[in-house]
DNA sequence: ACAAAAGTGTTGCTGGTACACCCATGT
DNA sequence: ACATGGGTGTACCAGCAACACTTTTGT
């Protein structure tokens, strides 16, 4: 029976425990969105094989928390930001995707608002990195990003998620930018504003676009509580 | 340092194991269409806590395979059928989900067809279970089974992957009837007959069903040549 | 003959797409 | 005045939903 060092938790019994050791973690890709860019935030890699080459953030699972609280704390930890939209994407296992040894890894991805995020001050060595541009990452995080990208796609045109890249009032032309740059397509911009109102998900602020060099768009919120009586009947979601 | 009594793995280094244990495991949420009615393989729970409940196929993660590898040597050591298909749908963490330990779960759906599945034995206490009778399950295996069914239903609009649940030669009704089980709605046949046929999935068998009491219907199969061609232009699932 | 399901077309509606001009603001 | 993007309407087309009768087989 393996011995543990050092534990304050004794639900562990005997037939349970492997005769091997798995280490359990989370990865976090953390989408923003800054002005016209999808980016994802990045870490410079600790570990001498990965030396210079950027990755996810992660951690190891603690044993008096699940993974959706694990993802929470990591991006509590890291950025500071609280009550962030996280949703498990997929989880990783080959058996040589870390060099050190056996580690699973859940993935998450988050979507924040730069502008919010650049509130709190940028510690260590991380980094927002255009999506796009990212050919390859430690580990298998190129993989995991690519993934989650995939499924964050899928998400936003099923439910309306996407306005967590906002910050709360936004104008219309960056709701459509956000949607172009994600699904990576171009919307014809009446055609995207019919569909849109016609949803009712808008509220309108009555407010204006505030120093642009042409002519100010009005500011629109998501309305939160129209969606709650959408979902409870119908809400087919944003198809493009 | 955790003591490893027995191991033929030396690839894990003090910095990553916990001080503590994690089980991890794979579950199995095998889906079959018998005659008409969506049904899952449960198997009768062999704890005494769960005494007399019923949950999913599941085991645990061996050193030396990958979740996706577990699962498919799950299926096989329990039911015979290799190459079944099978997708992750998420990994279950809550601290106590398991009445013995910290036990993580990764959940696999499997789609079978009950009448392949009956030419090799059923063994020990495995029994189909319609979908929509069970109330409870053993652990959160009912959780799991809800979100499982929750995933498949997308993924039959999104992909073809429900032909697995039929034989290889079905008749066009065998078809709408399964999606009607899945999805839970009913569905007009000429119009069900028009969106198939507009796929050009359906390759003609040239043949008829067979001692049926009223007029027999042609026989189909899936084309997977043109659903391999299709994927490269467009494909946009079927949408009911 | 009867029961049971197969097979088959049309019409109206709805929603998507394509497309061009005037308006408000800052420089 | 000019540049930049905001704001608006229409016409066509495709795809979806609704809907009923005849045909084939087994009993």
């Not at 509220?203 to 120093?211: L, P, S, T, V």
Request: aromatic residues 10%.
């Amino acid at each position: 029976m393996p011995h543990r060092t050092k534990s304050n938790i004794n639900i562990t019994p005997v037939q349970l425990v492997p005769e091997f050791q798995f280490a359990l973690s989370v990865d976090c890709v953390i989408f923003g969105y800054d002005r016209g860019v999808l980016k994802v935030l990045l870490i410079e890699s600790d570990l001498p094989s990965y030396k210079g080459q950027w990755s996810l953030l992660g951690d190891l699972l603690r044993p008096d928390e699940n993974l959706d609280q694990a993802s929470h704390r990591i991006l509590q930890e890291r950025t500071g930001v609280n009550d962030m939209f996280l949703e498990q994407v997929k989880t990783f296992s080959s058996i040589d995707r870390h060099p050190a040894g056996r580690v699973i890894t859940t993935a998450y991805f988050a979507l924040v608002n730069v502008r919010d995020y650049q509130l709190k001050k940028l510690d260590h060595n991380l980094h927002w990195h255009v999506v796009t541009d990212i050919q390859t990452l430690a580990f298998d995080h190129k993989e995991i990003l690519d993934q989650s990208l995939r499924v964050l796609r899928k998400k936003i045109q099923e439910e309306p998620v996407i306005f967590n890249l906002l910050e709360k009032k936004f104008s219309l032309r960056d709701l459509q930018q956000v949607f172009e740059q994600v699904l990576g397509v171009e919307l014809d911009r009446r055609n995207f504003r019919k569909k849109i109102f016609s949803t009712g998900l808008l509220k309108d602020e009555d407010e204006m676009e505030k120093q642009v060099n042409h002519r100010p768009g009005k500011l629109y919120s998501f309305n939160q509580e129209t969606y709650e009586q959408l979902k409870k009947k119908s809400f087919a979601g944003f198809r493009f």
